[in-house]
T-cell receptor, first 114, second 110 residues
């Protein structure tokens, strides 16, 4: 079974500064990887996903993530954040194939300050 | 708009009461699932279904029942609500390559 560890529970950052959210996973098979964002009092929105191919994945709102198989990581980055990026971010993994079950990390709360 | 519809959005129950959280999707996805979200714990899988008539338990199934009589609908039943079931519940519908989540049901058990 797969599991996901988000290494930071809270990340404060100033507006226009870069941000990196760290995610490590464990799995014995090939995986699909996802980042979701949850704005206050809203549902989950897909930011980006890695299924196969290029290890650098670009998503919405200027976010990107890099899949590193040797380090079993899928870190999320944005070069310049805005106040509107204040949200909770979840890393998730599924083992692909015929297993659709998603396992989520505990979440990282990003607070952007002016 | 295509997507996942959850009802109700908010609910307060007394301990011991029963209720059903509704979930419907119009994307013709075979796979549907229910998660609960609790602070500091991310989302945890309660039950899932790989198609009509097929359901299975996830990580935290105790206290919940599901059924899948049609492809579109996947209701979650709380048979006897407990305060530990106070949470935000999300239904999801998915193909192999992507998940669509409902807007959530905030449930409080007093």
């Amino acid at each position: 079974a797969q599991s996901v560890t988000q290494l930071d529970s809270q990340v404060p950052v100033f507006e226009e500064a870069p941000v990196e959210l760290r995610c490590n996973y464990s799995s014995s098979v090939s995986v699909y990887l996802f980042w979701y964002v949850q704005y206050p009092n809203q549902g989950l929105q897909l930011l980006l996903k890695y299924l196969s191919g290029s290890t650098l994945v670009k998503g919405i709102n200027g976010f990107e993530a890099e899949f590193n198989k040797s380090q079993t990581s899928f870190h999320l980055r944005k070069p310049s954040v805005h106040i509107s990026d204040t949200a909770e971010y979840f890393c998730a993994v599924s083992e692909g194939g015929n297993d659709y079950k998603l396992s989520f990390g505990a979440g990282t709360t990003v607070t952007v300050r002016a | 708009n295509a997507g996942v519809t959850q009802t109700p959005k908010f609910q307060v129950l007394k301990t011991g009461q029963s209720m059903t959280l509704q979930c419907a999707q119009d994307m013709n996805h075979e796979y549907m699932s229910w998660y609960r979200q609790d602070p500091g714990m991310g989302l945890r899988l309660i039950h899932y279904s790989v198609g009509a008539g097929i359901t299975d338990q996830g990580e935290v199934p105790n206290g919940y029942n599901v059924s899948r009589s049609t492809t579109e609908d996947f209701p979650l039943r709380l048979l006897s609500a407990a305060p530990s079931q106070t949470s935000v519940y999300f239904c999801a519908s998915s193909s192999k390559y992507g998940y669509t989540f409902g807007s959530g049901t905030r449930l409080t058990v007093v």
